[in-house]
């Protein structure tokens, strides 16, 4: 039996028709961004409050922009805005349950501060408090069986509230590239079998360049709870300057993957195969994967595709069902709930 047979046994929930519709994701996205009639403004730049899945849209838009940003395009994972956020600034609260509790505090704070905000959920109390506040939401789909395989709903978000402000939109390229995952999914799948099976049984490290540096980070989130194993991130040139000491004693369960970006830095480019050398007599597998289409947008998302497909068979690898994660919900369970509205 294929790992990819394995899966469909195990996905009990489907995640992988939910990674396999983001082409039918990022369209709807759009439709529903342009649904919602925000009003575009002028501003200091853009922050996206979110954290997981909920976040990373907005590291993802920032590099689909790459040079083209001519504001800040921020990430925001945390209880409390930047000390010195002003009022120009506009605020996306993005969470898809609506109760993350960061993104809450966030939407607090931003209200308290008199800055633009815009929510973007399936409802619960973030919904709730948008209404209160009149503060326009972008409702998303309640039927995707996990927040995290709703990336392509929080990276048009994220890219559209850039475009608000003033940045390019880049909505075309967003269109145009769910028709190229769609014609390269079979070929994605393939691959991502390939990757999956050399990366079994090994602690994967993996690195990003550029545009790929947010995709390292998703394909490391993904492992995380899809294949409830430890998988890690890191960027270059950066992670030349430090952790490449650490390689010289691994012990062999470490496995690297480095993802390669047709229009990166040519010395970022030089980095990432003297890097792969350096590592790949401690390294369990070195893996190179150049992510493929025309525009930014295309190479990155499809690299996005990609890893979430890697990380769905390594499930199937480890007889796991993806979707649940019991360990995140404990987690949460202890937490408590003990968020309150400053006003």
Known sequence: MSSLERLRELDAQHQLEAVLALPDHLRDALWRIESARLEPGEGAGVMICGMGGSAIGGDLAAAALGERRTLPLLTVRRYELPPWTTPEWTIVCSSYSGETEETL????????????????????????????????????????????????YMFAVAAEAAALTGMPRIHTEIDAAAAHLESATEGLLERAQEIAGCL?????????ADLTAPVAQRWKTEINENAKAPAFWAELPEADHNEICGWTEAEGIFSAVFLEDSDQ?????????????????????????????????????????????VSLLLAAHRNLDPTPIEALDLLKQRMGRRFLRRR
């Open 200 to 208: 079994d049984g090994t602690v994967p490290v993996i690195y990003g």
């Open 265 to 309: 830095h040519p010395r970022e480019r030089r980095r990432i195969e003297l890097t792969a050398d350096a590592v790949s007599s401690a390294a369990a597998e070195v893996e190179m994967v150049a992510v493929e289409g025309d525009t930014r947008t295309e190479r990155l998302l499809s690299g996005v595709m990609l890893g979430d497909l």
């Open 105 to 152: 505090a966030c939407m607090d704070a931003a209200g308290a501060l008199g800055a633009r905000r815009i929510v973007a959920t399936t409802g619960g109390s973030l919904a709730e408090v948008a209404r209160n506040d009149d503060v326009p939401v972008i409702g998303l789909p309640a039927t995707i069986p996990a927040p995290r395989a709703a990336v392509g």
